[in-house]
T-cell receptor, first 115, second 109 residues
Framework: GAVVSQHPSWVICKSGTSVKIECRSLDFQATTMFWYRQFPKQSLMLMATSNEGSKATYEQGVEKDKFLINHASLTLSTLTVTSAHPEDSSFYIC???????????FGPGTRLTVT | EDQVTQSPEALRLQEGESSSLNCSYT??????LFWYRQDPGKGPEFLFTLYSAGEEKEKERLKATLTKKESFLHITAPKPEDSATYLCAVRAGGFKTIFGAGTRLFVKA
C-alpha cells in the first residue's frame, strides 16, 4: 500500500518552455502532497506543500509564479515549471501523506534537463 | 531552530560488518522521527517511524532506536544490496518535516 507515482520519470525541454510533472497517489487519498527538489549528492529541499482544494504554501526562496502547483484532487497534484532555464535542471520528487498519518510516501522522482 | 544532523556523511563497510548510523536532532515538540532509504535516481523509500524515547523498530537487517536527542539506525551483517543513502527526518511541533543530509552507505562484497 501507499504507492505514489510520478510522470514523466524524465524529461528534456528547451529553455523558455514549460514542463508539467504529475504526482498521483495510487491506492490512498492524500490530504497533503509535497514537492521537493534534490541536487546531486544533496538532501531533499522542500519547495512547497499543497492541500487538496487549497493554494500551495511555498517555502522561502521558491518562486510561486515559476513553480505552479495544483492539487486538484485527493489523488493528483501537478508541478509546472514555467519558462524553464538550465538552472532549473534537477531531480524533482513528490510525496504524499494520508490524513492522521505522520510519514510521507515518495514518488520515484522526475529528472528534468533544460537545454 | 529545528535541526537534523546525520553522521557520518559516508560509511564504507565490508559485507557482514555491522555498524550504526546516527541522526541527532533539536526540535520543539517531536511528532515523529522517520528513516528512509534512497537509491540513486529514485525517490526515498519509507522504513520506520519512531515517536518516543526508548522505542525500537526492526526490519530485516535494520533496527532503528530513539532517544530524546538522537536516533540510531543499526545495520547487522550488511549485504551489498544494503548500499544506499539513508535519510533521517523529523516532524516537529509546527508540523513541518525536516530532512537530514543523509548517510551514504557502501557495502563491499
Amino acid at each position: 500500500g501507499a504507492v505514489v507515482s510520478q510522470h514523466p520519470s524524465w524529461v528534456i525541454c528547451k529553455s523558455g518552455t514549460s514542463v508539467k510533472i504529475e504526482c498521483r497517489s495510487l491506492d490512498f487519498q492524500a490530504t497533503t502532497m509535497f514537492w521537493y527538489r534534490q541536487f546531486p549528492k544533496q538532501s531533499l529541499m522542500l519547495m512547497a506543500t499543497s492541500n487538496e482544494g487549497s493554494k500551495a504554501t511555498y517555502e522561502q526562496g521558491v518562486e510561486k509564479d515559476k513553480f505552479l502547483i495544483n492539487h486538484a484532487s485527493l489523488t493528483l497534484s501537478t508541478l509546472t515549471v514555467t519558462s524553464a532555464h538550465p538552472e532549473d535542471s534537477s531531480f524533482y520528487i513528490c510525496s504524499a501523506r494520508l490524513a492522521g498519518v505522520d510519514e510521507q510516501y515518495f514518488g520515484p522522482g522526475t529528472r528534468l534537463t533544460v537545454t | 531552530e529545528d535541526q537534523v544532523t546525520q553522521s557520518p556523511e559516508a560509511l564504507r563497510l565490508q559485507e557482514g560488518e555491522s555498524s550504526s548510523l546516527n541522526c541527532s536532532y533539536t526540535v520543539s515538540g517531536l511528532r515523529g522521527l522517520f528513516w528512509y532509504r534512497q537509491d540513486p535516481g529514485k525517490g526515498p523509500e519509507f522504513l520506520f517511524t519512531l515517536y518516543s524515547a526508548g522505542e525500537e523498530k526492526e526490519k530485516e537487517r535494520l533496527k532503528a532506536t530513539l532517544t530524546k536527542k538522537e536516533s540510531f539506525l543499526h545495520i547487522t551483517a550488511p549485504k551489498p544490496e544494503d548500499s544506499a543513502t539513508y535519510l533521517c527526518a523529523v516532524r516537529a511541533g509546527g508540523f513541518k518535516t525536516i530532512f537530514g543530509a543523509g548517510t551514504r552507505l557502501f557495502v563491499k562484497a
